[in-house]
């Protein structure tokens, strides 16, 4: 069975940091692009960061370009997503998923699987 489990959320004062960490189970990732998206409370779902399945080529959103940093370790089958300076904006759910294929995309409906999520929460 997959399994993707994020961790590393939690509660963090504006212009602070976090890092999350998505870990796979059950098969490798090595050959897989993997993603970050995040869900505000009310809002629908959107695209944070990708990573394809080197590790040479990233994309991400507008909204945190220069903030967030996706990387990933094959030899972990890991994801990170380093978020540095956060905004309350930067509030939500994040979400860790994975493709079938091995380059980035930033449309969620390309993902195969997702993890249950963990909570980033900005003060201000």
């Known amino acids: 069975q997959v399994q993707l489990v994020e961790s590393g959320g939690g509660l963090v004062q504006a212009g602070g940091s976090l890092r999350l960490s998505c870990a796979a189970s059950g098969r490798t990732f090595r050959s897989n692009a993997m993603g970050w998206f995040r869900q505000a409370p009310g809002k629908e779902r959107e695209f944070v960061a990708a990573i394809n399945w080197s590790g040479g080529s990233t994309v991400e959103a507008d909204s945190v370009k220069g903030r967030f940093t996706i990387s990933r370790d094959n030899a972990k089958n890991t994801v990170y997503l380093q978020m540095n300076s956060l905004k309350p904006e930067d509030t939500a759910i994040y979400y860790c998923?994975?493709?079938?294929?091995?380059?980035?995309?930033?449309?969620?409906?390309?993902?195969?699987?997702w993890g249950q999520g963990t909570q980033v929460t900005v003060s201000s």
């Open positions: 998923a994975a493709r079938l294929a091995a380059t980035a995309a930033i449309e969620g409906g390309l993902y195969a699987y």
